[in-house]
């Protein structure tokens, strides 16, 4: 048989097989061949763990460490550079900050240049529902009955909703307590009272059928009680739900007062009939 037509390479061709002669075989199994594991180099790469692979081995694997640290060394710089910068910064905007509050103090009487009304209550409100306020007071559910309890009595605070959200109004009970000027509101959530002025028949959360200047008006008291720093809110009424089979409350039209008697009015009412845009809020 020829070299030509001997296919298989681990077998001696014929003409080769004579005394003395070294025989082919597999890797691995040759007679006096020594095996070695097999083992992955430093990228992962299937080798045999023979002595000429170990010195190759032991250097990939130090060239790969020391790469590592480089790259930690870099990093660790970029760190504290951008650390020192952060630093630099904050130290030289510091007499900028310093000195607004002193300007704003010298033109406007004031150290926010007379911005508190405007942000303030938004970042009270923030912190008093924020998680992160570790004295955050949880917010009660209330039905209508259980809020009728906190009517201004005087061994009870005076609590009071509108819009179905509860204020605690126990810091101005000259007013919304017993024999106070606006006690009908306590206990309740009289929403429809507040822009309407009805104090006998509009003590209801029903808003159905308002003007949108009563509604504006509605919205104006809803932020006036949002934002009342002695008025803290402190939950929330279920009011029953009003269907299409529920009348919707009839108009009333207040009385006008003489000029010099005390008419009863809705809060701010005088206001509005002055041609004010808002109404003004009662304060305490």
Request: charged share 25%; glycine share 6%.
């Amino acid at each position: 048989m020829s070299n030509q037509t001997h296919k298989d390479v681990y077998v001696n061709p014929p003409d080769e097989n004579y005394p003395g002669a070294r025989q082919r075989s597999k890797p691995g199994q040759g007679p006096a061949e020594e095996t070695y594991d097999r083992t992955k180099d430093a990228y992962g790469n299937i080798v045999t763990d023979k002595p000429a692979n170990r010195a190759i081995l032991a250097s990939q694997k130090r060239r790969l460490e020391h790469e590592a640290k480089l790259k930690s060394h870099t990093e660790q710089r970029k760190a504290k550079s951008k650390l020192n910068s952060t630093r630099s910064s904050i130290w030289s905007i510091l007499p900028f900050l310093i000195f607004l509050p002193l300007l704003s103090s010298f033109l406007t009487q004031t150290y926010s240049f007379g911005l508190s009304p405007y942000f303030l209550p938004p970042l009270r409100r923030f912190w008093a529902e924020t998680p992160l306020n570790p004295f955050k007071v949880e917010m009660k559910m209330f039905t209508p009955q259980s809020l009728a309890l906190y009517d201004g009595k005087e061994d009870r605070p005076v609590y009071l909703a509108i819009d179905g959200t509860v204020y605690d109004v126990s810091s101005n009970r000259r007013i919304y307590g017993k024999g106070g000027s606006y006690n009908m509101m306590a206990g309740r959530d009289a929403s429809r009272a507040f822009t309407t002025g009805c104090f006998e028949t509009h003590l209801t959360h029903d808003t159905r059928g308002l003007s949108e200047a009563e509604i504006a008006s509605l919205e104006h008291w809803k932020s006036f009680f949002a934002n009342h720093e002695k008025y803290p809110k402190i939950g929330y009424v279920k009011n029953p739900p009003l269907t299409d089979s529920d009348p919707i409350p009839e108009p009333c039209r207040v009385a006008e007062p003489e000029p010099d008697s005390k008419g009863q009015h809705a809060p701010g009412e005088a206001a509005a009939k002055k041609g004010k845009s808002k109404p003004e809020p009662v304060h305490g």
